[in-house]
C-alpha cells in the first residue's frame, strides 16, 4: 500500500487564464491556455524539484510519476522538464488514451490505474 512522506499545494499567481471555466450566456466555456506545456518545464519544474529537495529526494529517485496528463504536449513537457522516462507516465498515458481530459477528476483515474495495473516495489518513490 503506499504511504505518504510529504505533501504540498501551491498557487500559481495571476494564472486565471491558464486552466478554468468562463461562465457565458451559451453556458461554460473552457479555458486552457496553449502556454501550460511552457508553464510545466518552468514553474511547476522549480515547484517539484523544490518539494522534492525538501523530502531529501530528487526526480532521479522517481520510478513512477502520477500527473494529470492534459494532452500530449503536456505529458512530453513532463518528461522533457522533469528528465522523465515514457514508462514513468505510463498510468497518465493510458489514462488520456482511454478516456481523454476529464478535468480535474482524471489525475484520480491515473492513481486508480496505476493500483490496478501496475506494481511496486517496496521502497519505491512517486
Known sequence: VPRVIGTQSVTMKESEDVMGW???SDGFRVIFSRD????????LKEQVDQFLEQQGY????????LAHPGG??????????????EDQLFSSKEVL????????????YVIKHYL????????DMG
Open 97 to 108: 488514451k482511454q478516456h481523454g481530459n476529464m478535468s480535474s477528476a482524471t489525475v484520480l
Open 58 to 65: 530528487s526526480a532521479e529517485d522517481l520510478s513512477v510519476f
Open 72 to 85: 500530449k504536449k503536456v505529458i512530453d513537457a513532463y518528461i522533457e522538464s522533469l528528465s522523465l522516462q
Open 116 to 123: 490496478e495495473h501496475q506494481s511496486a516495489e517496496a521502497g
Open 36 to 43: 501550460i506545456p511552457s508553464i510545466i518545464s518552468g514553474w
Open 22 to 24: 468562463e461562465f457565458t
